[in-house]
């Protein structure tokens, strides 16, 4: 399947917030985030994609009928380089899980922002883990670290 990566912009701000929804929901049976009084799960920085330089979202749409098959919400917030880029959420809606959609992905965005990177599987989620691992192996040939739970690599 075909894809591309779409910016998005303030005025589709509810739709990127409905999918990351489905994505914290489903992180939960992990990282014990909970839902508030009005059912929802709460995101600090939300609003930041928005508003900040250092921050941005696209969606993953197929190409040939702008359907959209995920997510992608990039930062410059860094645990362990002084700067760089991280990964902070990125989902495929599961149907679209087994096209490798998600690597292809992964590596647009990779290349998109050259330098430090750090990207932290969703907690104790062996499945995320695995395919960050697989990922990033794969794109810098096995050049990168792992530990306290973060990848990290340079690809200048």
Known sequence: MEYFLDKVDIKNKDILYRLLQYSL??????????MNSNAIFEYKYFDR???????????IRAKNDNKL????MINTYMQ?????????EFMVIPKYRKNKIGKRV????FDMH???WEVSPSLGSKSA???WNNVINEYTNNNN????????FNNQ
């Open 49 to 59: 994609y928005f508003t900040d330089a250092d921050r941005v979202a696209y969606f």
């Open 69 to 72: 098959l995920g997510f992608v």
């Open 80 to 88: 362990k380089y002084e700067n760089g880029h991280s990964i902070a």
């Open 129 to 131: 883990y695995s395919f």
């Open 145 to 152: 670290k792992y530990e306290d739970r973060i990848f990290m």
């Open 25 to 34: 929901f489903e992180e939960s049976l992990n990282d014990g985030n909970e």
């Open 114 to 116: 050259r330098g430090n």
């Open 106 to 109: 992964a590596f647009e965005c």
